[in-house]
Nanobody, 124 residues
Framework: QVQLVESGGGLVQAGGSLRLSCAAS????????MGWFRQAPGKEREFVAA????????EYTDSVKGRFAMYRVSAKNTVYLQMNSLKPEDTAVYYC?????????????????WGQGTQVTVSS
């Protein structure tokens, strides 16, 4: 059974930082494609960041480039999303996702496994 568990969300003022964690269990995700998505109330789930460890490629949506960084700690089988210079428009539930595909995936339908989500709220 593959499981992804997010944590690290919370309430932060604009300009602040948060680090989200996505702990994977059930198998080692060293070669998996991993992604972060977010969904604000009344909006569709949108792409935030994605990585293909096997290809060594990372992609970010334009609105977070230079502010967010996705990385992993292999020994912990955990992927992180470091979020700096947060803005109120970053407020959403953040989800991590995983796929055994050897590519960088920027669409939700490309992923097979999802976490339960963690709320990020940025106050102005």
């Amino acid at each position: 059974q593959v499981q992804l568990v997010e944590s690290g969300g919370g309430l932060v003022q604009a300009g602040g930082s948060l680090r989200l964690s996505c702990a994977a269990s059930g198998r080692t995700f060293s070669s998996y494609a991993m992604g972060w998505f977010r969904q604000a109330p009344g909006k569709e789930r949108e792409f935030v960041a994605a990585v293909s460890w096997s290809l060594g490629s990372t992609e970010y949506t334009d609105s977070v480039k230079g502010r967010f960084a996705m990385y992993r700690v292999s020994a912990k089988n955990t992927v992180y999303l470091q979020m700096n210079s947060l803005k109120p428009e970053d407020t959403a539930v953040y989800y991590c996702a995983a796929s055994p595909k050897q590519q960088t995936i920027t669409t939700p339908r490309g992923y097979d496994y999802w976490g339960q989500g963690t709320q990020v709220t940025v106050s102005s």
